[in-house]
């Protein structure tokens, strides 16, 4: 999108001039004329390009002029950027010279001497004069499409006026189609066939998955089936990949296996004689003999199996022998409106909804009972207030374009032309995934910094920034399957639905480009890849890394290589660095990996680099802190990594710090407190003092203040306060997690609760986790004053023999105590409720917004009772919002309080409670006590 490519390349011209000012160097030698008229093109063609945005569906001549202004842009953007690099090295070696006498004589003589800034001023300055001719050339060709200049209007993020997003998880007038399909997978009177294939037919938009993930969810079909499976297929339709997507559900592993004919004896092993449920969800081919090859490996189960299959053509479900056919047709007119009134209209007052109502109904006709489109449509609206807004709406040429490839592309990109020229380009990115990806919502934010998306905000993180334009687009409906695990109080992961992912595939016109590589041998790249910006490389196992990539095109931004657990893609790292210079982020995660090049130094544009559970990296090169631009460093899980590099101090850029599980890592190296624009940092490892000066001490934690996430390694090394108290956590406005790790203590007369007291964080925190803590008590003054925790962890903390007065958190949903061995009895000190009742009156409610409890391994403890149920007058409530409760390995628990035992709607799961008199759970181990071991 050139529109935002063309505002960063004009604010690196604005930054750049700002710092020559600032560091009395002059502008470039010989191209000021350029760089004068490159600014004064790039600002008149910026005034057009809202009409071109707007013509270039229909006119395919426009289109073809903004790629090659978007081609342009990205060339300019990568010199500005590397001029701006070299600037910032310049005030790093300053900034050095400042401390030492000697680099200080050095860095003023040949500052003076002009040596080493003139030779990069005449390099930049060659490159300059070319893309100022491209660029000219550019400028003269628009005016034969004689686009409008459109007056731009403040076209702000729209802020949801609530926390949450509509309830969508009803589904309107699709009862019947349900209930006839449940009663076709649950019918045991038609089982003579090998293979009961039912096949959902209907357009893009019109629900197919939607309804197929209804019945897949329903709980009589859950009872049903002894085993499920749910495999999206998509294109092409590769057979092997399939299977061993089948086998990996079946085994929850991986597959090793390379061959298609291991591959289905092994599902063949697992299911046969098995009454087995597969949905095959979004199925194009139309080539029998893909089926065939299949197919034997499905045969063997009980004759009550059943295959649900989704796909866009009755073709294709004839093709693999379907038995029954539900063609899915529009949403009847009065099931869109329930569904298009309850997004529209959320928010308005009656009186507001009453003069919307009859252009709201013309608005419902234009998406034609498509769901998608009525949903997208009505999500655009929810913040639409006016009539005239709706009429706009309404009267858009767009809803006329024949050139649009699908019906359901009008009303999105209705919904998509609406947004800001920042969020488009975000939303645009996410072509970069393939269909029905799993998207990690966090890391998707800082990719969008990494290029320079978002744009920052007076008195505001530009983290935040990003979270509110992923907001917006979710409430545009440009994002669905929102996933979040029971322990967690954030949205992990999401998903686009497949209509939504071509129409970002079309608006980018190949400048994304997903693959997977699932066999041996060279991959051949498509003629198209030389215009490719994005790729993401998902890489399964036994393949190999295509080495085509980095000679098919040397211009890519992002590169995301996802690799299958175990893969190893054999990736020479060196080769791909030295011809991918340009990139801007560089996902390694997985990759088995174990080395980095000296020559990653030339990736001198990377914002984002993630090596992420490479376990064999030993270490990391100095040269990596040349790259002074990068924002986001992931090595969490390197675990062979021993030690930081020396350098850390110059990646003054960095905000992202992420170093989890990196267990060999024993202290953080000197110079880190100069990243003062932290703002995660997972964790900071406290050094044992054997390190001197190498090490960074725990004090430089008080440069970090504008610190979202924090966790501390080795806390228990500490012993005096005063430092604790010194890193001024209190003041850290935006801390929102913090975790804290009290091993390291060798010391038997440690005071851990004047060590606790001096932590002090912010009452804005919403998350904390303890472990490892070994004083006797645990609630320090300041617990009481965290009215905004809602996520609370102590784990592993033994010498506790009381459990903490924790019901006065007001805010808390979430609750985790692992490991008080001495705890023997939880009763009024749990719902910090005291015993002296006399003098109150008020109802008090403890926990009031618990809604997630668990406790494993207390090993010692018996009863879990109340002394009292009422405080004066008032009566005392207690986890009135409690939806789960998990006891494991609790072995003399003896019973439940009786407020819990009378709780009919509470989910009780029980794990080695052997005297626990409630209802037993029969399994062996939870998923949630997994979850949180791993």
Same mark, same amino acid.
């Given at each position: 999108m050139p529109e935002l490519l063309v505002e960063i390349v004009l604010e690196q011209f604005a930054s750049i001039t700002r710092q020559q000012a600032e560091e009395g160097i002059r502008l470039i030698a010989g191209a000021g004329q350029e760089v004068e008229r490159l600014q004064s093109n790039l600002r008149s063609i910026r005034a057009v390009l809202d009409d071109a945005e707007n013509r270039q569906a229909k006119d395919n001549d426009v289109r073809v002029w903004l790629a090659k202004l978007k081609d342009v842009s990205y060339d300019i953007d990568d010199v500005l950027d590397e001029w701006n690099t070299k600037l910032q090295k310049l005030k790093i070696k300053k900034a050095e010279a400042a401390?030492?006498?000697?680099?200080?004589?050095?860095?003023? #003589?040949?500052?003076?001497?002009?040596?080493?800034?003139?030779?990069?001023?005449?390099?930049?300055?060659?490159? #300059?004069?070319?893309?100022? =001719?491209?660029?000219?050339?550019? $400028?003269?060709?628009?005016?034969?499409?004689?686009?409008?200049?459109?007056? /731009?209007?403040?076209?702000?993020?729209? /802020?949801?006026?609530?926390? !949450?997003?509509?309830?969508?998880?009803?589904?309107?007038?699709?009862?019947?189609?349900?209930?006839?399909?449940?009663?076709?997978?649950?019918?045991?009177?038609?089982?003579?066939?090998?293979?009961?294939? #039912?096949?959902?037919?209907?357009?893009?938009?019109?629900?197919?998955?939607?309804?197929?993930?209804?019945?897949?969810?329903?709980d009589k079909v859950s009872t049903h089936f002894e085993i499920k499976i749910w495999v999206c297929v998509s294109e092409p339709f590769d057979e092997l990949r399939i299977a061993k997507a089948i086998l990996e559900s079946l085994t929850n592993s991986a597959s090793n296996l390379h061959e298609l004919e291991t591959v289905v004896q092994n599902i063949h092993q697992v299911l046969e004689r098995k009454k087995f449920l597969l949905v095959l969800d979004d199925v194009w081919t139309e080539n029998p003999k893909n089926w065939e090859n299949l197919k034997p490996s499905l045969?063997?189960?009980?004759?009550?199996? =059943?295959?649900?299959?989704?796909?866009?053509?009755?073709?294709? $479900?004839?093709?693999?022998?379907?038995?029954?056919?539900?063609? +899915?047709?529009?949403?009847?007119?009065?099931?869109?409106?329930?569904?298009?009134?309850?997004?529209?209209?959320?928010?308005k007052t009656i009186e507001e909804s009453n003069k919307l109502v009859e252009i709201g109904r013309k608005l419902v006709q234009k998406c034609k009972g498509l769901p998608l489109a009525i949903k997208t449509l009505a999500s655009l609206l929810r913040y639409k207030k006016t009539f005239d807004e709706w009429q706009n709406i309404l009267e858009n040429e767009i809803w006329e374009l024949e050139e649009v490839e699908q019906e359901v592309f009008r009303p999105l990109l209705l919904s998509y032309c609406d947004l800001p020229y920042t969020l488009k380009k975000c939303f645009l990115h996410c072509a970069i995934?393939?269909?029905?990806?799993?998207?990690?919502?966090?890391?998707?934010?800082?990719?969008?910094? $990494?290029?320079?998306?978002?744009?920052?905000?007076?008195?505001?993180?530009?983290? @935040?920034?990003?979270?509110?334009?992923?907001?917006?687009?979710?409430?545009?409906?440009?994002?669905?399957?929102?996933?979040?695990?029971?322990?967690?109080?954030?949205?992990?992961?999401?998903?686009?639905?497949? #209509?939504?992912?071509?129409?970002?595939?079309?608006?980018?016109?190949?400048?994304?480009?997903?693959?997977?590589?699932?066999?041996?041998?060279?991959?051949?790249?498509?003629?198209?890849?030389?215009?490719? /910006?994005?790729?993401?490389?998902?890489?399964?196992?036994?393949?190999?890394?295509?080495?085509?990539?980095?000679?098919?095109?040397?211009? @890519?931004r992002s590169l995301v290589v996802d690799c299958n657990y175990g893969t190893n893609p054999k990736i020479v790292l060196s080769k791909l660095v030295d011809q991918l210079a340009y990139l801007r982020s560089l996902s390694l995660n997985n990759c088995s990996?174990?080395?980095?090049?000296?020559?990653?130094?030339? +990736?001198?544009?990377?914002?984002?680099?993630?090596?992420?559970?490479?376990?064999?990296?030993?270490?990391?090169?100095?040269?990596?802190?040349?790259?002074?631009?990068?924002?986001?460093?992931?090595? !969490?899980?390197?675990?062979?990594?021993?030690?930081?590099?020396?350098?850390?101090?110059? @990646?003054?850029?960095?905000?992202?710090?992420?170093?989890?599980?990196?267990?060999?890592?024993?202290?953080?190296?000197?110079? @880190?407190? =100069? +990243?003062?624009?932290?703002?995660?940092?997972?964790?900071?490892?406290?050094?044992?003092?054997?390190?001197?000066?190498?090490?960074?001490?725990?004090?430089?934690? /008080?440069?970090?203040?504008?610190?979202?996430?924090?966790?501390?390694?080795?806390?228990?090394?500490?012993?005096?306060?005063?430092?604790?108290?010194?890193?001024?956590?209190?003041?850290?406005?935006?801390?929102?997690?913090?975790g804290v790790n009290f091993q390291g203590s060798n010391n038997e007369g440690q005071d851990y609760e004047e060590l606790l007291e001096a932590l002090q964080p912010p009452p804005n925190l919403m998350t904390l986790f303890l472990v490892n803590y070994k004083g006797n008590t645990m609630f320090p003054n300041w617990m009481v004053s965290l009215n905004k925790l809602r996520k609370l962890s102590l784990l592993n903390c033994v010498n506790c023999e009381h459990l903490p007065p924790l019901g006065k958190l007001s805010s808390l949903e979430i609750l985790i105590i692992w490991g008080m061995k001495r705890v023997k009895r939880a009763g009024n000190e749990f719902l910090g409720i005291e015993n002296d009742t006399k003098s109150a009156s008020s109802s008090v409610i403890a926990f009031p917004n618990l809604k997630y409890l668990w406790f494993y391994y207390m090993e010692d403890w018996e009863e879990w009772n109340y002394d009292i149920t009422k405080r004066g007058d008032g009566d005392i409530t207690v986890m009135l919002s409690l939806k789960t409760l998990e006891i494991s390995g609790c072995l003399k628990l003896r019973s439940l309080p009786s407020h819990l035992r009378q709780m009919s709607t509470l989910k009780k799961e029980f794990y080695n409670c052997p005297l626990l008199d409630e209802q037993r759970t029969d399994n062996a181990s939870s998923s949630a006590s997994h979850q949180l071991q791993q």
């Open positions: 401390f030492n006498p000697l680099k200080k004589v050095c860095f003023f #003589i040949l500052h003076y001497l002009g040596c080493r800034p003139l030779v990069m001023r005449y390099d930049i300055g060659v490159k #300059i004069k070319d893309l100022d =001719r491209k660029l000219d050339i550019i $400028a003269t060709e628009k005016e034969r499409f004689t686009f409008r200049s459109i007056t /731009r209007g403040n076209k702000g993020i729209q /802020r949801p006026m609530t926390t !949450s997003v509509v309830d969508l998880t009803e589904v309107y007038g699709r009862e019947g189609d349900k209930n006839t399909i449940i009663d076709l997978l649950l019918n045991q009177s038609n089982c003579m066939q090998d293979l009961y294939i #039912i096949s959902i037919v209907g357009m893009g938009g019109i629900g197919k998955t939607t309804l197929a993930k209804l019945v897949f969810n329903d045969t063997c189960g009980s004759l009550e199996s =059943r295959i649900l299959v989704t796909t866009r053509k009755e073709k294709v $479900a004839n093709v693999i022998g379907t038995t029954k056919i539900i063609s +899915l047709g529009t949403l009847p007119e009065n099931k869109c409106w329930l569904l298009f009134s309850r997004i529209a209209f959320f928010g995934f393939p269909k029905d990806y799993k998207i990690n919502i966090e890391k998707l934010i800082w990719l969008w910094m $990494a290029h320079g998306y978002v744009k920052s905000k007076p008195n505001k993180d530009i983290e @935040l920034v990003s979270e509110e334009y992923f907001e917006t687009l979710a409430i545009h409906s440009f994002f669905q399957d929102f996933e979040k695990r029971t322990d967690e109080i954030r949205i992990r992961f999401c998903k686009m639905h497949d #209509i939504v992912h071509d129409f970002a595939q079309f608006l980018t016109q190949n400048e994304c480009y997903a693959m997977e590589v699932a066999g041996v041998g060279e991959i051949e790249l498509d003629s198209t890849y030389d215009r490719v /910006r994005h790729s993401m490389i998902k890489i399964q196992k036994g393949s190999s890394f295509p080495s085509s990539i980095c000679t098919g095109n040397t211009f @890519l990996i174990e080395e980095i090049p000296v020559e990653i130094k030339g +990736l001198i544009h990377l914002r984002y680099l993630d090596l992420s559970q490479n376990h064999k990296i030993k270490k990391l090169p100095e040269t990596l802190c040349e790259l002074h631009n990068l924002q986001t460093l992931d090595i !969490s899980g390197c675990i062979a990594l021993r030690k930081l590099p020396r350098g850390m101090g110059n @990646l003054i850029n960095m905000r992202h710090l992420l170093n989890r599980a990196t267990i060999s890592i024993s202290y953080m190296p000197q110079g @880190l407190e =100069r +990243l003062t624009g932290l703002r995660t940092l997972r964790p900071f490892v406290i050094s044992d003092g054997s390190y001197g000066s190498k090490a960074c001490s725990i004090e430089c934690l /008080r440069n970090f203040k504008g610190l979202q996430c924090l966790s501390i390694r080795g806390f228990g090394k500490l012993t005096d306060a005063a430092k604790v108290k010194g890193i001024e956590l209190i003041n850290k406005k935006n801390l929102r997690d913090l």
